[in-house]
């Protein structure tokens, strides 16, 4: 089993930036590529980013891209989500989950485990 913590939500301006964290236990972090998710109400689960499990490969939407950056540290069983730029439409709960492999995907029926998720509100 893994367990998934999300922090770092909360309330921002447009054009503002946040970092989300998610901090890992149980089974080593280092076998799990780790991904980001958010839900936005009314809508369903989308992908936001994912990393590889030795955090030398990354994999964004184009919607993202060019805004968010997924990073990990193993030796503190973290992953971030750093967000800059944000806009209303990045609203969402987001979600930490974990993948047993080495390869960051964007399906979430690949991921294994999850957090609870942390609030993101964007204000204009």
């Known amino acids: 089993q893994v367990q998934l913590v999300e922090s770092g939500g909360g309330w921002v301006q447009a054009g503002g930036s946040l970092r989300l964290s998610c901090a890992a236990s149980g089974r080593t972090f280092s076998a799990y590529a780790m991904g980001w998710f958010r839900q936005a109400p009314g809508k369903e689960r989308e992908f936001v980013a994912a990393i590889s499990s030795t955090g030398t490969s990354t994999y964004y939407p184009e919607s993202v891209k060019a805004r968010f950056t997924i990073s990990r540290d193993n030796g503190k069983n973290t992953v971030y989500l750093q967000m800059n730029s944000l806009t209303p439409e990045d609203t969402a709960v987001y979600y930490c989950?974990?993948?047993?492999?080495?390869?960051?995907?964007?399906?979430?029926?690949?991921?294994?485990?999850w957090g609870k998720g942390t609030q993101v509100t964007v204000s204009t």
């Open positions: 989950a974990a993948r047993n492999g080495v390869w960051p995907r964007p399906n979430q029926n690949e991921y294994d485990y």
